[in-house]
């Protein structure tokens, strides 16, 4: 019912900036909880920023990245200030609405976008 597709990850130097966009299509889904997962090679999923009425954020990346919507265009975006190379990895947009508080583990989510690739260099 919801479709996300993921895009404005690239190559960018430390201390550099990127914004991602996570554009949905088919149904709307305003009151979906939305939020953003991180997967580096060899390393688990891991949860980055969520937002629906309140927005959360990872300790990893708060002060530095900026989750936020277009409820016109179907569109959440994920400013990302401040780079490191650390922060190197796929990008995933996901789409929940069962409630809850575990929105920041993976299986919450019903769908889930095919990532965009971001790598930070030295």
């Known amino acids: 019912q919801v479709q996300l597709v993921e895009s404005g990850g690239g190559l960018v130097q430390a201390g550099g900036s990127l914004r991602l966009s996570c554009a949905g299509s088919g149904r709307t889904f305003t009151n979906y909880l939305m939020s953003w997962f991180r997967q580096a090679p060899g390393k688990e999923r891991e949860f980055v920023a969520a937002m629906r009425g309140t927005i959360f954020y990872s300790d990893s990346v708060k002060g530095r990245f900026t989750i936020s919507r277009d409820y016109a265009k179907n569109t959440v975006y994920l400013q990302m200030n401040s780079l490191k190379p650390e922060d190197t990895a796929v990008y995933y947009c996901?789409?929940?609405?069962?409630?809850?508080?575990?929105?920041?583990?993976?299986?919450?989510?019903?769908?889930w976008g095919q990532g965009t690739q971001v790598t930070v260099s030295s």
């Open positions: 996901a789409a929940g609405g069962p409630g809850g508080s575990q929105y920041y583990t993976e299986n919450y989510y019903d769908y």
